[in-house]
């Protein structure tokens, strides 16, 4: 994925843990609400036709802890989930002619310490 914009520098990449997994090549998003970092956006340039990602909360977020995951393609939403920890999402969404993917985390009840995964996130 090649990133055009999003947040500010509260989003990373790597490995990340939830619901007692790792997930290698994960995308990872704060779920605080203050931060405006709610969302990266990635340009896709009409080269694939799938996005692929196992959603969690990292572990070790507090229990009442929930967050909305969003995709969108070119301003329209794919697919929306909320989850609490523990909870595992999994996400397969087509992108076919698609031009921005954005991934938005909004904050439903979180505590700043929480983090969005979206694991093994793959584009095809």
Avoid at 16 to 39: E, R, W, Y
Avoid at 47 to 56: D, N
Avoid at 63 to 72: I, L, P, Q
Wanted: with cysteine.
């Amino acid at each position: 994925m090649v990133e055009i914009d999003g947040g500010y520098g509260q989003w990373r990449r790597g490995d990340a843990t939830f619901d007692g997994q790792v997930h290698p090549h994960s995308v990872i998003g704060s779920t605080c609400s203050k931060s405006d970092d709610g969302h990266e956006l990635f340009a896709l340039d009409r080269r694939f036709q799938r996005f692929q990602a196992t959603l969690g909360i990292a572990d070790g977020a507090p229990a009442g802890t929930v967050t909305r995951f969003v995709v969108e393609l070119d301003g329209r939403e794919l697919a929306s989930r909320e989850l609490r920890p523990g909870e595992v999402g999994l996400l397969d969404v087509p992108v076919a002619d698609g031009e921005r993917l954005l991934l938005q985390v909004d904050n439903i009840d979180s505590e700043c310490s929480a983090s969005a995964v979206w694991g093994e996130a793959v584009l095809r």
